[in-house]
């Protein structure tokens, strides 16, 4: 069963705390994707990363940095969290081969 | 870029009944469409996919129709169950793996 974990589910962080999202999956994809999901605007992309130590900005990349030091493995990071960052975090695997993303649980982040 | 656009962010049908969600998509080069189902306190799950080669597919009761004359994306659910209650989304490819996805659509089944 394929499998794509994120560290935590819920995160209670205080504005200009450094925050760290972890993600890993099993199924040695090449492609990994950090989104946020907000009520009435969808799933939006913040980075994603198609091998180990390449990164691309996505479409709200803002105020996050990610790492992806080995293939498994896809960090978000929050250099300074602030209160518009309070937000559900879902991490996304993707073969290189057919476009299906599978999600982790995702993780919803309150910044207080 | 890829816009992708639901028509209706709920939708409430009655147990038995059969559910149809819609989507549409922007960028005609795209040849690949997923949906997917999130159900509370989850993430997406895979439901059912379809190439832009083909204009019918059909899972254990859902059906996925693509019109790309209009650039439209459908989800049907046949004999709609309490379990379908979530939140549905499209997903549209844009190049390579990108994929771009609607806004979500809840469907909520009354009893």
């Known amino acids: 069963d394929v499998k794509v974990t994120q560290s935590s589910r819920y995160l209670v962080k205080r504005t200009g705390e450094k925050v760290f999202l972890e993600c890993v999956q099993d199924?040695?994809?090449?492609?990994m994707f950090w989104y946020r999901q907000d009520p009435g605007l969808g799933l939006r992309l913040i980075y994603f990363s198609y091998d180990v130590k390449m990164k691309e900005k996505g479409d709200i990349p803002e105020g996050y940095s990610v790492s992806r030091e080995k293939k498994e493995r896809f960090s978000l990071i929050l250099e300074s969290a602030s209160t518009n960052q309070t937000s559900m975090y879902l991490c996304?695997?993707?073969?290189?081969?057919?476009?299906?993303?599978?999600f982790g649980q995702g993780t919803r982040l309150t910044v207080v | 870029g890829e816009s992708v656009g639901l028509h209706l962010p709920t939708l409430s049908v009655q147990e038995g009944d059969n559910s149809i969600i819609n989507c549409a998509y922007s960028?005609?080069?795209?040849?690949?469409f997923i949906w997917y189902k999130q159900e509370s306190g989850k993430g997406p799950q895979f439901i059912i996919d379809i190439r832009s080669n083909m204009d019918k597919r059909q899972g254990q009761r859902v059906t996925v129709l693509l019109n790309k004359t209009v650039k439209h994306l459908s989800l049907q659910i046949a004999a709609t169950q309490p379990g379908d209650s979530a939140v549905y989304f499209c997903a549209v490819n844009n190049a390579g793996n990108m994929l771009t996805f609607g806004g979500g659509t809840r469907l909520m089944v009354k009893p």
């Open positions: 996304a695997s993707v073969s290189t081969g057919v476009p299906e993303a599978f």
């Open positions: 199924m040695d994809h090449e492609n």
């Open positions: 960028n005609s080069a795209s040849d690949y």
